[in-house]
């Protein structure tokens, strides 16, 4: 499958340009920059060449964030040795589904992931307002999250809008990580989805590289920029950031 070229003005690549630093910039702190991105790409380039655009961007966003919170140490390399090749082959597997049906169960799927969101969104708020003592090592069970990693990730080659919500859940909810770990865990799990996808929508041709290259520059320095102010500002203002993305991607797709 080769995309077709698209006529793309200077200000359309502009306006996505600017959508694509400020999801990188949200998507490093709590995940779910797809969610500003994908959306708008959908519209304009249509469910073929979309997501090849957003995969790339992607990459290059969670590249930086990656390298920003293992250069604070917040990346839980040992958490990373199993996690990250099953979510890999699980994109892998979601992105040569999608490429098969395109977008076909994006009517299926929305609504439940809508409340999903809404649910995340939920959780996130109680955590902050009740300032329950962070997981421990006792509470983790890595069995049942390497499987959720890996449904994760073929979610993430088939939709993908939403993987870094559900992968900072994963990663707090079963491999008992604080929020700062998961979040600097969850950007190098996804980064490894993003690459798998990628790999595949190159080698069936469908990148558009004219649009993918701008977007790909400004959602790198969005996503430095985003993981350094985690960073900085802790653990109440992810969990702050979360659950206004959450909600806001719950409203979105109940709505549209």
Known sequence: MTVDPVSISAGTTALLTGIAGLAGFVDAIAGGGGLIQFPPLLAILGPAAAPGVNKVSSVCGTSAAVARYARGGHVRWDRLALA???ACAGSMAGTLGYLEVLARAKDVVEPVFALCFLALAIHQIVRVVR???EPTEASSRRGLGLAIVGGIGVYDGFIGPGTGLFLFWAFTTFFALPALEA????????WATNVGALAVFVS?????WSLALPMAAANLVGGYLGAHTAIRRGVGFIRVTTAIVCAGASIYLLVR
């Open 183 to 190: 979040t600097g865990t969850t950007k190098a799990v996804n």
């Open 204 to 208: 069936k041709g469908a990148i558009l």
């Open 84 to 86: 990250l090749p099953i």
């Open 131 to 133: 300032r329950r003592p």
